[in-house]
């Protein structure tokens, strides 16, 4: 099958977004959730069954059990801390209650992630975040689902906040009193315990709290500087011992006869691995301690094995402890321990209320939860339950009842294990068939790719993939049935959640077919490629790369590696302004070498002696003498200037725009102009930068796409005044800032006409009998397009940006007035150039590879509210429109260089898209390896949100270059 | 000849290196405190001043200089001044550059230009000794094909090196390891020392091994 360069780029790509949505959906899992928004009320609880009539119960809410809650969270405290012979040692007096007094001590297992936020949102709500939710939530880190504070905060209990200020900003305004610790610097661990412990006292003597909530930093900042061994820990562990001796002194002292018992909990959030870090689900990372300690336990007689319990169980636990409704999406079961003094009707009735709600959630969230045993045991210890109670109404007190009443608990606890753990499979974990299924799939089209290199980017730009040969084959029945096979085995066996599995069979079977073939295509074209390779080594010794080129190679080589490490990605800004720095000196080398060998004319005596393997450039080979006449001495000075412009432009706009996470907090540019007393200097920025874009963009359009251009400026100028960012030039009567909808409306006019007209002249030179004409409408339309997309992202940018917009501009304008024309770049070079600067531009506007720094706000302009859809594109186009930009203008210059660059349009095409994928396969499968990393969530899973999207505006951008370019090969 | 010529590059080379060597150690014995990251300002002068003392001297006793036309006592001193202006353009030049690579402008501006002090005594002094102060010969060595005597390839290697040891030296500042020697800018001088080091190893390896190559045009 011959496919022309483009198509071949184009159908990669496509196929590429296609495996990379299939990856996403099996990296992120779908949450469980329940379909209600509410929050769970005291009026959700199921009444007790068989009460007869309601005014027996009249209360719905089961029993306070606790007066007062005091929960000491201890960063990464590790269940060895407390019950291993280090224990014994550092914590003698958390020892002692453990092993003689009245407590419950458990293990409780964290799951992955390990770390601090999913951790405080599982314990207080008692679901498993996934990492989807982690970084949906990263633009509100507000807490909105229902959890155990809120409850407790809309039941009217006071709670006290001292610690990790991750707490404050999940739960803002839900603590009468508060003292957030940054865990920012991890190698201080004293002043951040201290901070907690110094409002300890005051607090404790004081009784206008119901609630107290320590979190303690220092164990897990002492675990990632010298890990779980040090000889710190030992002192850190004591410290905790005397805090939490302080407390349970404090608590014992203020009951008395009469009132409720108090509750103190000890537990970690996470463990801490042998390294001392924390993140994956190693055993020592996931197996953490809890401590519940209270008079109305039952005093202990000797060390009991701590049992297994779930992170999560606290959350309901908790609640119902405290008389509040179990927050909706909680998975957890109550740990039965804690309530087994209560009497026989209690238990049923706490026991009856956690399944009610979990059997909720099942039906919520499994559409056949019937089938599930959970859901039918639930059912039945139900009904036991609603007997039992009859029994007991009926004043029974026999040992039938007592006997029964145990049967119905251990029905209830059964029912509660199996609908828990049905709901927890459906969550926290990856479904690793299909991430590996679009792994294999990306990686195929990545060597497809490759291998069709040298056919891509030679002259004819057509690319033979044996398809139907491969069609034919035996490797291809036999690999079908192969890859049936495994699939029909891993769908019977998965334990886990498993999305392919859930696809019709059809769809499954094509995926299945489309992938061997694929293979065998694959195999085929390297065996092509294999006896050529062989035959011609002269051939391959005569390719040499010019400096330029080695350039290029190396810096795709080293950013595409560099995601392998989390800092660099966070600060991948550096890496590409490094790369376009260095790119613009090898762009001023090359220039200052043509210029000034030409004059003294050493050019034809080449072949002597090459010292660097470089033997023959591209560019001096080229150089025909008719351009040497043309050359006037002003033109030198132009083209050695273009590159030092460029990189003080670009020496500017990183000025503008402080991104990253290191260096993020430096004052900026950016910041100076928006702070409000430079009003005036942001105006006439703006203005300054609008009349540039006027000036550089308008010269290729028509004029009416001119006077078209023009207003909308004007246009985009007096948005920004409605909007209140720049003064008004004129005397302004309302002083009110407006939302500027007519204005942006205004502007969105003039976009649609000029790209109108620009569709308009593309269409009209399709129709054109006179080649020449044909190509120059073509042209013109295309960089009227190009002008429209200009005007609409200088209406989406904000003020402080527009230089941003004008820079880019100026940038492309001489870069290929002086630079790519007259040096004979070729098409490839071209492209990865033109890669590069959109990059940087990515990040020159202020993006970076936080979800946090996209600017939501674009999607509201010219909209009276919020609409999903423009919402949506105004914001991706904002956010990309760097790289965008870029890509039009390679689209137009490509297209516009056709007499000198053959198939220039076919190679651009082909190299974007290479470009693209080789990054992104490569992050896809580090991110597979890294699944368990602990900065997985933070840094590197919005990483691979932000590469799907590249790689999908990379796709839209393919197929402009395709349409342009088919309609060139349908010409003659 | 050839062998002559690169056995006594060799010698040259290992003195420079065994120059920058003292240079790191000896201070230690006068400064107090002295170390290479905690006292860098004081380490990067002393590595900067052997290098061009003994760079001078080496090239001097050696007679690498190109011949001069005139001897006059004037134009030697011309031509002196006329190199230590060039030595403080290229110092400028390369602040110029690293702070277009993002150095800041005025924060931390000694420690900036003292490492474009570095880089020009790896770069600019060799090119001064070899070349004298002679854009066009300068211009003639760094174009391709351009080298004309062992020299020419041995300080278009090192020169090569060292930019390349800079450049390569900056990949490490945006990691969060938090190490002495990601502060600004002692990753950038150790790797244009490391760079010039193994440029000084390399020259006189690479030439041997490609001396069939290596044909050289008189001029």
Known sequence: MKLSSSVFALLCLILEIVSIALFLRGFFPVPVKSSFSAKSKVTDIPAEPQTGNNAVNSSR???????????????????????????????????????????????????????????????????????????????????????????????????????????????????????????????????????????????????????????????????????????????????????????????????????????????????????????????????????????????????????????????????????????????????????????????????????????????????????????????????????????????????????????????????????????????????????????????????????????????????????????????????????????????????????????????????????????????????????????????????????????????????????????????????????????????????????????????????????????????LSFSPAMELGVSAGSEKWLALGTPLLTLTCCRLLRALNQTGVQWAHLPDFGHWLNSGDHKVFLSVLAAVSLLLILVLVQRHCSLVSKIALALGLLGVYSYRAAVGNVLFPWPHSSRQVSKGTVEARFVYVFVLGILFTGVKDLLRSQVMSSAVDSGRLKSRGLWEVYSGVVLLVALLFRAHNLPTLACCLLVQTIMAQFIWKKLHYDAAQTTIMHYWFGQAFFYFQGNSNNIGTVDISVGFVGLESYVEAPAIILTALSTYAGPLLWACHLLCYLSSQTDRVVNGLGHGSYCFALLRSIPAVFYVVLVTALRYHLFIWSVFSPKLLYEAMHTLITTVVCLFFTFMDQDRSTRP | MWDVEIRGMASAHAIIASSIFMATVMPAALVNKFSVYGTHMVWLYCVAGSITVVNIAVFWLLGISPPTKKNTLSYKISRFFRSCLYFLLSCLFFHTVVVLYGAPLLESALETFSLAVLLSTLTTLRCLCILGPNVQAWIRVFSRDGAMSVWDTSLQITTGCSVIGAWLGAFPIPLDWDRPWQVWPISCTLGATIGFLTGLLAAPVWIHWHRKQLTYKLK
């Open chain 1, 61 to 619: 809410a089961p029993a306070l059990l606790f007066k007062r809650v005091v929960i000491v969270l201890i960063d990464a405290l590790r269940e060895d801390f407390v019950f291993s012979s280090d224990g014994r040692r550092f914590m003698p007096y958390t020892r002692h209650v453990v092993e003689k007094g009245s407590s419950h001590s458990f293990i409780a297992k964290a799951r992955p992630p390990t770390v601090t936020m999913p951790r405080i949102k599982a314990l207080t709500t008692g679901s498993i975040p996934g990492f989807i939710d982690v970084v949906m939530n990263l633009n509100s880190p507000v807490l909105l689902e229902d959890n155990l504070i809120w409850q407790a905060k809309s039941a009217g209990k006071r709670i006290i906040f001292y610690g990790d200020d991750t707490w404050v900003r999940l739960f803002p305004k839900h603590f009468m009193e508060q003292d957030g610790t940054t865990s920012f610097f991890v190698s201080d661990y004293t002043e951040v315990d201290n901070n907690v412990t110094r409002h300890l006292d005051s607090t404790l003597k004081r009784d206008d709290w119901d609630i107290l909530i320590l979190h303690y930093l220092g164990l897990d900042h002492i675990g990632h500087i010298s890990g779980p061994h040090s000889s710190l820990i030992g002192p850190k562990l004591m410290e905790m011992d005397d805090i939490i001796k302080k407390i349970h002194a404090s608590l014992i002292s203020k009951e008395s006869e009469g009132t409720l018992p108090n509750l103190l909990v000890v537990c970690g959030d996470h463990g801490m691995s042998e390294t001392g870090s924390h993140g994956g689900s190693s055993e020592q990372e996931i197996n953490t301690a809890l401590v519940l300690i209270s008079p109305a336990f039952r005093r202990k007689v000797g060390l009991e094995r701590p049992a297994v319990v779930e992170q999560v169980d606290l959350a309901p636990t908790l609640a119902l402890g405290l008389g509040l409704p179990i927050s909706q999406n909680s998975v957890g079961r109550l740990i039965p321990a804690v309530f087994e003094e209560l009497s026989m009707r209690e238990q049923l009735r706490m026991l009856q209320i956690n399944g009610h709600q979990l059997s909720q959630l099942l039906q919520d969230s499994n559409p056949v939860f019937h089938k599930e045993d959970g859901y039918e045991q639930f059912r039945v210890a139900e009904k036991a339950h609603g007997s039992w109670m009859k029994l007991y109404v009926d004043g029974n007190k026999s040992e039938v009842l007592s006997n029964m009443g145990k049967k119905v608990r251990k029905q209830y606890l059964d029912a509660l294990k199996a609908m828990s753990s049905a709901l927890s499979k459906q969550m926290g974990k990856y479904d690793l068939y299909s991430m590996i299924i679009a792994m294999t799939f990306i990686l195929q089209v990545l060597f497809l790719l490759l291998l069709a290199m040298p056919e891509a980017l030679s002259r004819d730009a057509v690319v033979d993939v044996p398809l139907a040969s491969s069609l034919l084959s035996l490797p291809f029945y036999l690999l079908c049935l192969f890859g049936s096979a495994l699939h029909v085995l891993v769908c019977t066996s998965a334990g886990g959640p498993c999305y392919l599995c859930s696809l019709p069979w059809v769809l499954v079977f094509s995926v299945i077919l489309l992938s061997s073939a694929f293979t065998c295509a694959l195999v085929g074209m390297a065996a092509r490629r294999l006896p050529t390779s062989n035959k011609t080594p002269t051939k391959s010794s005569g390719w040499a790369l010019s400096e330029l080129d080695a350039l290029l190679l190396t810096g795709t080589v080293f950013h595409t590696l560099s995601l392998g490490s989390s800092s660099f990605i966070e600060e991948e800004h550096q890496t590409w302004y490094f790369l376009l720095n260095t790119l613009c000196l090898a762009v001023f080398q090359d220039v200052c070498r043509r210029y000034f060998r030409e004059q003294r004319q050493r050019g034809e005596e080449e072949d002597e002696g090459p010292l660097l393997p470089s033997a023959s450039d591209a560019g």
